[in-house]
């Protein structure tokens, strides 16, 4: 069977990327904290890097922070094991977080960020040492620095890009104005800003990051877009009843109905700037329900998408 899940342009100027992304920060676990040791040998990671790429989902968003530091490496392990694999598919990876760990060779004590020079460019020498990789993708500055001075981001950046370590940027969680800062200093576009955007959370629809991401024609990454999972399981939260009741509505609309998680990707892949949806599970039958949406072509009409906007909000728009 051909893959299903489409290739597209993050940007005009690249890169190429799958709509849907196969995410990281749960690379071991599902509770987002404690590993599970089944799912840290290098030929369980290995069987869901080939599951995702039968199905077309040939991108990965890592960060140096996953697992404490530990997922780049359990990921590079998994894929050493074809290492042929490594052309087909883009690696996306994130820096600029600092928290206590043995990670580090200097005493850290407080959580914080860096995005010095030096920071981003040591942190890209290590994804590439546990990634077994010669470059990466895409690098994303994680989180937005309070004391971000653009001129040695960009440095930094500029550096990476001369050097082919890597060979696109982005940014995550980063607003309109810090994501046109760090641009005035760069020669090169920004591809992506990786927000949390998922029925549950519309924060980028009202703080102007998606109609940046639409002006620039920068796709919107999209984390947590079930909402960490808490979307799907029983939850006293009326937000997440009323969403569940509208989605459940929603998928039954279609023959043969289409569960929660599909109706929630069909309504973030509804939005006009088309982002790309970076997935949370680790099960591989989820991931081929995914490629369904694709298959059976579903698009939302506008009246199912704001009746998924309306019980996201508790209100009608005005
Ligand atoms: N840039 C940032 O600051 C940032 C922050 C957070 C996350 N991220 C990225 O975004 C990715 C996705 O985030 P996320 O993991 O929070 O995504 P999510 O899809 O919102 O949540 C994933 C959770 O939902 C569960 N789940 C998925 N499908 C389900 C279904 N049909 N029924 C029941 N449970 C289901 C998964 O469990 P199973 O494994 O059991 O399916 C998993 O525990 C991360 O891996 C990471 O790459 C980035």
């Known amino acids: 069977m051909a893959p299903l899940i489409p290739q597209i342009m993050m940007h005009p100027e690249g890169p190429q990327v799958s709509q849907m992304v196969f995410g990281t920060w749960r690379l071991c676990n599902t509770n987002g904290w404690e590993d599970d040791q089944s799912l840290a040998t290098p030929q369980s990671v290995l069987e869901r890097i080939e599951a995702c790429i039968s199905l077309g989902i040939t991108t990965f968003d890592l960060a140096d922070i996953y697992g404490g530091y530990r997922y780049e490496k359990v990921f590079g392990d998994g894929l050493a094991l074809k290492p042929e694999l490594r052309e087909k598919i883009q690696l996306i990876t994130?820096?600029?977080?600092?928290?206590?760990?043995?990670?580090?060779?200097?005493?850290?004590?407080?959580?914080?960020?860096?995005?010095?020079?030096?920071?981003?460019?040591?942190?890209?020498?290590?994804?590439?040492?546990?990634?077994?990789?010669?470059?990466?993708?895409?690098?994303?500055?994680?989180?937005?620095?309070?004391?971000?001075?653009?001129?040695?981001?960009?440095?930094?950046?500029?550096?990476?890009?001369?050097?082919?370590?890597?060979?696109?940027?982005?940014?995550?969680?980063?607003?309109?104005?810090?994501?046109?800062?760090l641009q005035s200093r760069l020669p090169f576009p920004l591809v992506t800003n990786q927000i949390e955007f998922s029925p549950s959370c519309l924060d980028g629809m009202f703080d102007g990051?998606?109609?940046?991401?639409?002006?620039?024609?920068?796709?919107?990454?999209?984390?947590?877009?079930?909402?960490?999972?808490?979307?799907?399981?029983?939850?006293?939260?009326?937000?997440?009843?009323?969403?569940?009741?509208?989605?459940?509505?929603?998928?039954?609309?279609?023959?043969?109905?289409?569960?929660?998680?599909?109706?929630?990707?069909?309504?973030l892949l509804r939005h006009p700037t088309k982002p790309v949806i970076v997935l949370g599970t680790n099960k591989i039958e989820r991931l081929k329900s995914v490629a369904t949406l694709f298959d059976r072509n579903i698009t939302l009409s506008r009246q199912q998408w704001y009746s998924i906007w309306e019980a996201s909000k508790g209100h009608s728009v005005p």
């Open 94 to 181: 994130k820096t600029g977080i600092k928290v206590p760990s043995d990670a580090w060779s200097e005493k850290v004590e407080v959580n914080h960020y860096d995005t010095t020079f030096e920071h981003i460019v040591s942190q890209v020498e290590k994804s590439l040492t546990y990634l077994r990789t010669s470059y990466i993708d895409v690098l994303l500055i994680h989180r937005p620095d309070f004391l971000m001075d653009a001129d040695e981001v960009a440095k930094a950046m500029i550096h990476l890009k001369d050097s082919g370590k890597v060979k696109y940027f982005g940014v995550s969680n980063h607003t309109v104005s810090q994501m046109e800062l």
């Open 209 to 267: 990051t998606l109609d940046y991401a639409q002006k620039t024609r920068a796709k919107p990454m999209c984390w947590s877009p079930l909402g960490g999972g808490a979307l799907l399981g029983s939850s006293s939260d009326p937000k997440v009843q009323r969403l569940q009741k509208a989605c459940k509505a929603v998928g039954d609309s279609f023959s043969p109905a289409l569960p929660l998680d599909l109706v929630a990707y069909a309504f």
